[in-house]
């Protein structure tokens, strides 16, 4: 184990509803982040949170909200979603963001299909 | 922004053979260069990575080189075995870390006995 756990491991859910993926990191890091991985895309980052603090977000839709209440707990909350969000939804953390940082420790994903 | 492309998308290889993956990037000030692998349901881990400082770095069987005049990156697996089959994703960053970091689109290579 690399010591970043995503719960749940599969969801389903209608577009109507609401939802939130959890993830939890006990390795110590201070950045922390949310991808995006679809069928025959490249892996695309959505958000990233340095000491709890947002400092990016690539464009994502707001019906897609991250919360970082601390450094190991990263959450992505979901409402009113498309069929096209389904996807592998990937959660990484790491020592830093900067250059000094190390390798981005990836957990198992949530595999998110949405009816 | 920045533009990583990686090639080919698919990979075969016999067992023992080399394989070479290539990316290119669009963003000169890209410094920062990691390849992931990711087995079938599993989690895409860090194989190696490279810094712009460097133009080639070797662990074991796995090699990747860098030319930055030319702006691309390859990935060199000697020996390959059959473990070594996966998908690699080769990506660039122009923080030098995961701020802004762009990746490819992976490259599922398969290593047939």
């Known amino acids: 184990e690399t010591g970043v756990t995503q719960t749940p491991r599969h969801l389903v859910m209608g577009m109507t509803n609401k939802k939130s993926l959890k993830c939890e990191q006990h390795l110590g890091h201070n950045a922390m982040y949310w991808y995006k991985q679809s069928a025959k895309k490249p892996l695309e980052l959505m958000f990233v949170?340095?000491?709890?603090?947002?400092?990016e977000n690539n464009s994502v839709p707001s019906r897609f909200s991250p919360e970082c209440p601390n450094s190991s707990h990263l959450f992505l909350h979901l409402h009113t979603l498309q069929p096209e969000d389904s996807a592998l939804y990937l959660c990484?953390?790491?020592?830093?963001?900067?250059?000094?940082?190390?390798?981005?420790?990836f957990g198992q994903g949530t595999r998110l299909t949405v009816v | 922004g920045e533009n990583v492309e990686q090639h080919p998308s698919t990979l075969s290889v016999q067992e023992g053979d080399s394989a070479v993956i290539k990316c290119t990037y669009s963003?000169?000030?890209?410094?920062?260069f990691p390849w992931y692998k990711q087995e079938l349901g599993k989690r895409p881990q860090l194989i190696i990575d490279i810094r712009s400082n460097v133009g080639e770095k070797k662990d074991q069987r796995i090699a990747v080189t860098l030319n930055k005049t030319a702006k691309h990156f390859s990935l060199h697996i000697t020996e390959t075995q059959p473990e070594d089959s996966a998908v690699y994703f080769c990506?660039?960053?122009?923080?030098?870390?995961?701020?802004?970091?762009?990746f490819g689109i992976g490259t599922k290579l398969q290593v047939i006995p």
């Open positions: 963003d000169s000030a890209s410094n920062y």
């Open positions: 990484a953390s790491s020592q830093d963001i900067g250059a000094g940082g190390t390798e981005a420790f």
């Open positions: 990506a660039a960053s122009v923080s030098g870390g995961y701020q802004k970091v762009t």
């Open positions: 949170y340095n000491f709890k603090e947002q400092t």
